[in-house]
């Protein structure tokens, strides 16, 4: 794992959400915020980040058929307001355990 996240980058527009974002194609953890509220909205880990990234956004904006849709609505009306990191990890395994680590500290709209 690197010790270091990535910095804080703002959610692309819908239009080129799934072409604007950026992250690891492999393993890791991901954190999103409302920059003008300072709500921590979402923690989520996953073997392929960039993926999961963009299944933050309904689709046509966005990929993915995961059961989260009040999560990609939330993001879809509130882009200009939220931004993301992201932090490497060696495996799956390893943002797993991090996820698990690091949930207790925020308190998440949507719970991780």
Do not use: C
């Not at 980040?49 to 046509?60: A, D, Q, T, Y």
């Not at 009306?77 to 495996?91: C, G, I, P």
């Amino acid at each position: 794992m690197t010790d270091t996240w990535s910095t804080w980058l703002a959610m692309p527009a819908p239009a080129n959400f799934k072409y604007d974002l950026v992250g690891p194609a492999g393993s890791g953890v991901m954190q999103v915020r409302n920059r003008r509220s300072g709500e921590w909205i979402y923690l989520g880990r996953s073997g392929g980040v960039l993926g999961r990234l963009r299944s933050l956004m309904p689709k046509p904006h966005g990929t993915g058929n995961r059961d989260n849709a009040q999560l990609r609505d939330y993001v879809l009306a509130n882009y200009a307001d939220l931004e993301y990191r992201t932090l490497v990890t060696r495996s799956p395994e390893e943002a797993k355990a991090l996820k698990t680590e690091l949930a207790p500290q925020e308190v998440y709209r949507f719970a991780p």
